[in-house]
């Protein structure tokens, strides 16, 4: 009974041992990803509506181990809003104010993305696994629109820093090829993305008008998308094809006859 148990116990521990070697055949270098999806923002202009506009960008991921990696995001982000937009029974102050801006920006972002479960490609146990990222971007704007005026001249939209925390799910189509989904929440340092900041006053027809006193602007947005993995397989090289022999060569040879001599090999020293 105690050699049977030890037989077990060996052979469990070889068999795991080749199970982890088979899963270290396969390293991740990295992953290059599209995506599109929509985007809204919240702050002082119309909050009580979310608008919610196409978004589109692309990210480079370096993946340290299986569960970790470090990701780079660039993202296309028009974002808008109208205080004519909201109805009198809503909000009647704001409907008054209509203040508006429209604003297409370009967000750069670097984040840590960490997977909740191991994650393999063209491994059908480790195929899906949900994911959470968060770091540091960088928000500047390409297209600006705002009736905000100060001074006689209309407001311009600033470059902001943002705080990116990002939730989603990944799971391996065929081979390097992936779909996932995510919805990323962005805070921000400061409350001039709607160029209308919750200290600043609005006159219009005699009347003053101000923020919503909400704090720090706010955005998120929610997309889809398909990567690609850059993958490195490790194992034995494969056998070289055996050369078929042809009957009618010249160089091919029955089997069961042994090379064929010359004169000269005869006097051949052994």
């Known amino acids: 009974m105690r050699k049977q148990f030890i037989f077990l116990f ?34 002082d202009i119309a909050p009580n509506l979310q ?28 974002l808008g809003a109208f205080d004519s937009l909201t109805p009198n029974t809503l909000n009647a102050y704001v409907r008054a104010r209509d203040l508006y801006f429209r604003t297409t920006y370009q967000d750069i972002s670097l984040m840590t993305e960490l997977y909740f479960l191991k994650f393999i490609n063209g491994n059908q146990k480790y195929r899906f696994s949900p994911y959470l990222g968060f770091g540091l971007g960088y928000l500047s704007p390409l297209k600006d629109t705002s009736n905000y005026i100060v001074g006689g001249k209309p407001t311009q939209a600033s470059n902001i820093i943002t705080m990116p925390l990002n939730i989603g ?25 709607d160029h209308f900041g919750d200290k600043d006053i609005y006159s219009k027809g005699g009347t003053n008008y101000q923020a919503s006193t909400s704090g720090k602007d706010q955005f998120f947005s929610a997309k889809l998308g398909v990567s690609y993995n850059f993958l490195r397989i490790y194992g034995p090289d494969p056998r070289p094809k055996a050369k078929r022999e042809n009957l009618f060569s010249k160089t091919s040879k029955p089997s069961n006859y042994g090379p064929k001599k010359s004169l000269f090999g005869l006097f051949k020293r052994k």
Do not use: M, W
């Open 169 to 193: 799910f990944k799971y391996n189509l065929v081979g390097s090829f992936n779909v996932f989904g995510e919805f990323t929440y962005r805070f921000t340092s400061s409350d001039q993305l």
């Open 51 to 78: 608008f919610l506009s196409l978004n589109v960008g692309g990210f480079y991921k370096k993946q340290l181990n299986d569960y970790v990696g470090i990701r780079l995001n660039y993202e296309i982000l028009p």
């Open 10 to 43: 060996f052979l469990l521990f070889f068999t795991t041992s080749l199970k982890a070697q088979y899963l270290q055949l396969i390293e991740n270098k990295g992953e290059f990803g599209l995506f599109a999806g929509q985007a809204s923002y919240n702050g």
